[in-house]
């Protein structure tokens, strides 16, 4: 499910790399990218910072996820072929 931005406040640059860096990065490169984000030092910060990185996975699972019937929940697969 994709995550409209409705937020006005600017992300912050070290976050913006960051999100950047990942969404841009290859399927074999994600894990790397991942881990450079070592620490949290950014206060409390907002959800709308984030909705391009929510919204990348949420892209990358429907993708990997979708054609594995072995991981639906028993009666969701039925429920999503209607």
């Known amino acids: 499910m994709k995550v409209k931005k409705r937020g006005t406040t600017e992300t912050p640059c070290h976050l913006r790399e960051f999100i950047d860096k990942v969404v841009s990065s290859s399927e074999d490169d994600l894990a790397n990218k991942l881990r450079s984000f070592k620490s949290w030092d950014s206060g409390k910060g907002d959800f709308c910072h984030w909705v391009d990185l ?9 993708k990997c996820l979708k054609p594995r ?3 639906y929940l028993k009666g969701r697969l039925e429920a999503s072929n209607r």
């Open 54 to 62: 929510f919204n990348h996975f949420d892209e990358y699972f429907e």
């Open 69 to 71: 019937a072995d991981l």
